[in-house]
């Protein structure tokens, strides 16, 4: 069964840092297009940072170019979302998702062609 579970949120101030683990089991994350998207509340969910699989070919939201970076880890089979400079507009519960290889970053990111979800891990930044 292809689940993906998320870890690494919580509580940090405005300014901190988080870094966000999404571990794949029933699958190999790395035949898959894999990002991480948001939903704050009464807001639609968003793609935040999608990567693919086959050249590591990034895509970032405009809103977190140059803070958030996305990498994978194909041994280990877990994707990361390192989170600086953290705002308070940031909050939001924290999705991890994955898409067939084919899917681009943008088409993920942008559409939310996703194929698998996880279950989130909230992340708030306040003071």
């Known amino acids: 069964q292809l689940q993906l579970v998320e870890s690494g949120g919580g509580l940090v101030q405005p300014g901190g840092s988080l870094r966000l683990s999404c571990a794949a089991s029933?699958?190999?994350?790395?035949?898959?297009?894999i990002g991480w998207f948001r939903q704050a509340p009464g807001k639609e969910r968003e793609g935040v940072s999608c990567?693919?699989?086959?050249?590591?070919?990034?895509y970032y939201a405009d809103s977190v170019k140059g803070r958030f970076t996305i990498s994978r880890d194909n041994a280990k089979n877990t994707v990361y979302l390192q989170m600086n400079s953290l705002k308070p507009e940031d909050t939001a519960v924290y999705y991890c998702?994955?898409?067939?290889?084919?899917?681009?970053?943008?088409?993920?990111?942008?559409?939310?062609?996703?194929?698998?979800w996880g279950q989130g891990t909230q992340v708030t930044v306040s003071s």
């Open positions: 029933g699958f190999t994350l790395d035949y898959y297009t």
């Open positions: 990567i693919s699989s086959s050249d590591g070919t990034t």
């Open positions: 998702a994955a898409a067939i290889k084919l899917t681009s970053v943008q088409a993920m990111c942008v559409r939310l062609f996703v194929g698998s």
